[in-house]
């Protein structure tokens, strides 16, 4: 079964940047089919929203607030999704999410999600 575990979070300052990771484990091991994976963010107090996302084929999307600022990827060899986040602002402050969405035949997909990492961006 999938698991998922998000590091690289911490404090930083408006304008810096941070690298988040997402080490996934059970790709191979009959959970099905990778279809994407993503970050979500969710700030204190607010609706969790998506940030970006990757599917298998390595289409990308993000969400307005922070394209040209972060930038998703993934590496099969090392089962892991990475989010770039440069020119941090306050307002990036949230704990990241990531998650992972698997195709099952005629089964539901699967979705599974880390526990998360928490971003401060101070002023």
């Known amino acids: 079964q999938v698991q998922l575990e998000e590091s690289g979070g911490g404090l930083v300052q408006a304008g810096g940047s941070l690298r988040l990771s997402c080490a996934a484990s059970?790709?191979?091991?009959?959970?099905?089919?990778?279809?994407?994976m993503a970050w979500f963010r969710q700030a204190p107090g607010k609706q969790r929203e998506l940030v970006a996302v990757?599917?298998?084929?390595?289409?990308?999307n993000y969400a307005d607030s922070v394209k040209g600022r972060f930038f998703i990827s993934r590496e099969n060899a090392k089962d892991t999704v990475y989010l770039q986040m440069n020119s941090l602002k306050p307002e990036d402050t949230a704990v990241y999410y990531c998650?992972?969405?698997?195709?099952?035949?005629?089964?539901?997909?699967?979705?599974?999600w880390g526990q998360g990492t928490l971003v401060t961006v101070s002023s």
């Open positions: 998650y992972a969405n698997y195709f099952r035949g005629l089964a539901p997909n699967l979705e599974v």
């Open positions: 059970g790709f191979s091991g009959g959970a099905g089919r990778l279809n994407h």
């Open positions: 990757i599917t298998a084929a390595d289409y990308i």
